[in-house]
């Protein structure tokens, strides 16, 4: 990759980062809003919605760094499963792990979510097993956020460059 294509990859991560992180003001809001009282089922398919898009979003990034520093987006049933594994290791003479292993140990649970959330009705979504997902998200969230963030500091880097090269 040239250093502008990495420049450009650093800086999309980036953004996508910033949405993803947007995240934490929902999840602030449904917790404050279900404080003290257990959501109905349209309520549930809301914060299921939200649950969904902290896997989504962190995967939408792993994805990306697959398919553009690592050239190789698993394939297959599990395919997943098999990003997240990808992204804890390093890649020799490549890239360091993107994710730490606690992180991915975290967004499995998401991951798992995610799969039955798509794959249900959503009438028979379940808060007990859903708010312990929603008090955590902010860590993961925060948790997968610094991954991401030393990662974007390892691609610029890797420029050698402290700015980013004239267009």
Not at 39 to 59: K, M, N, S, W
Not at 73 to 87: A, K
Not at 110 to 121: M, S, V
Request: with cysteine.
């Amino acid at each position: 990759m040239s250093e502008n294509q990495i420049w450009r990859l650093a800086d999309e991560l980036v953004t996508e980062l910033d949405e993803f992180l947007k995240l934490k003001t929902e999840i602030a809001e449904a917790q404050s809003r279900f404080e003290t009282r257990n959501p109905d089922t349209f309520e549930l398919r809301a914060i299921g919605t939200i649950l969904h898009d902290v896997y989504q979003g962190a995967e939408n990034i792993c994805y990306r760094i697959a398919k553009e520093i690592d050239r190789r987006v698993p394939t297959g049933t599990n395919w997943h499963r098999s990003l997240l594994d990808q992204m804890s290791k390093s890649i020799t003479k490549t890239r360091p792990a993107v994710v730490q292993a606690q992180t991915v140990i975290l967004l499995e649970k998401y991951r798992t979510f995610r799969h039955r959330f798509r794959n249900i009705y959503g009438f028979n979504l379940d808060w007990m097993q859903m708010k312990p997902l929603l008090d955590n998200a902010p860590s993961v969230i925060d948790g997968f956020a610094s991954d991401i963030d030393q990662f974007v500091a390892f691609l610029r880097l890797m420029t050698g460059e402290d700015e980013p090269p004239p267009e």
